[in-house]
């Protein structure tokens, strides 16, 4: 009777592991499973006590890899596999089963889920990269900007001297008045040259606006703000911002608390999402904004904002309540790598002279400097959501 419950206790102390534990022989069937994760990697409950790894496994590459490692654990040698299934990340130890007399009689596999410590790991790598080309760019914008203002200075110099006059350049054209001591024909010419200079000056200087503003020199005002009414503030410049191809659609849940952010940034962030989206499709789509209260104890997986009818399993790293704001487009979508790169600074897929690669860059920045988090979710050809968890004040919204 002490056996059993012996035993009886040993499986319940299995069963609850914080990590997947399995056993294969030879043949790699499976001889026994336990602990927690197992249903992510496919090997949950004791029904697939017999079936082979890819019975179990499935036939796709992080299957196939691990099969692969487990074959190489019968010839006697120790693994470890970093696979990634259904949008989480697990770090596999892979070690030979050996009897009494030495020979390999299977394998015992160990899957530990590294899913939040590998994204804790990238925010740093991120965060570290974020400061050091903030400092840069600081550097960098300062001088330039002091280059910039000797050859718009110049230039407004060169127009004095032959007797012209230029207003402000704008895209459409120069615009110049006054009255010109060359001749006609000569004056015309120098006025196009010498504002064309003047209106690339000025794009580039506003361009270190921009780095400025990235670099955190600009600093944030957090504030006690209603989400929800930002977002209906923020609803005509974003239509007017997506065109007529583009529906625009709302889903803000009432009565959620208020949360920490700078409003100017919010509606800045909200605008550099839509300009994102709006580019994502060029042949029209949709563009859904909803939140919603997001709570660790009652709230384990979020509903993905697209069509395919899945379930996500975005959460933010800290287990805290938020208020959720997501941001879901049905456009072209990302692969992995161009998603693991977007929030990086000048980073665009983009032609050369349509975006500087800095818009996302700044929504990042912006959810560091009020105490939130960001994180994307995207897929080629099913369009990308963009979750943004706000910290939560005290008192509700109005």
């Known amino acids: 009777m002490d056996k059993v419950s012996s035993q009886e206790g040993l499986q319940i102390l ?46 796709d590459d992080p299957a196939q890899a691990l099969i692969a490692a487990h074959r190489e654990a019968l010839t006697g040698t120790s693994g470890r596999i970093e696979i990634e299934r259904g949008g989480r990340v697990y770090l596999t130890h892979l070690e030979p089963m050996r009897h009494p007399s030495g020979s ?30 903030g400092r840069l760019s600081t550097r960098v914008s300062h001088d330039f900007n002091t280059y910039l203002t000797v050859i718009t200075g110049f230039c407004d110099l060169v127009l004095a001297a032959l ?6 350049p704008t895209d459409e054209g120069v615009g110049l008045k006054g009255k010109s001591s060359v001749t006609p024909d000569h004056g015309e010419s120098i006025r196009t040259y010498v504002g064309e200079i003047r209106n690339a000056a000025d794009k580039a200087s506003d361009l270190t606006r921009q780095l400025l503003s990235f670099s955190r020199q600009q600093t944030s005002q ?8 930002l977002i209906h503030e923020s609803r005509e410049p974003i239509r007017q911002l997506l065109g007529s191809g583009i529906e625009l659609a709302l889903d803000l849940k009432p009565h959620l608390p208020r949360v920490n952010a700078d409003p100017s940034s919010v509606q800045r962030t909200l605008l550099d999402l839509a300009e994102n989206a709006r580019d994502a499709m060029p042949d029209g789509g949709r563009l859904s904004i909803s939140t919603a209260a997001w709570d660790p104890a009652s709230t384990r997986r979020l509903p993905k904002e697209s069509q ?5 399993s975005v959460q933010p790293i800290h287990s805290r309540p938020y208020v959720r ?9 990302m692969d992995s790598v161009t998603s693991s ?11 050369r002279g ?3 690669g800095i818009n996302l860059a700044r929504v990042y920045t912006h959810m560091q400097q009020c105490g939130g988090e960001v994180v994307v979710e995207s897929q080629q050809g099913h369009g990308s959501v963009f979750h943004l968890f706000f910290s939560i004040r005290s008192e509700p919204a109005s």
């Open 14 to 59: 299995f069963e609850q592991l914080p990590m997947a534990v399995w056993a294969v022989d030879r043949e790699l069937r499976v001889t026994g499973s336990g602990g927690a994760n197992l249903s992510g990697l496919g090997l949950s409950t004791s029904r697939v006590v017999g079936m082979t790894l890819a019975s179990c496994l499935g036939n």
């Open 104 to 133: 390999v009689r299977g394998v015992v596999g160990l899957a530990e889920d590294v899913t939040i410590r590998k994204r804790i790991d990238s925010q740093i790598q991120q965060e570290q990269k974020m400061d050091a080309i």
């Open 163 to 168: 007797g012209l006059t230029a207003s402000l």
């Open 222 to 229: 957090s504030e006690n703000v209603d989400l929800n009414s």
């Open 308 to 312: 395919d009818g899945e379930v996500s």
């Open 325 to 333: 704001l997501a941001v879901a487009d049905t456009g072209c979508g």
């Open 341 to 351: 790169r977007i929030f990086e600074p000048f980073f665009t897929t983009k032609s």
């Open 354 to 356: 349509k975006c500087a």
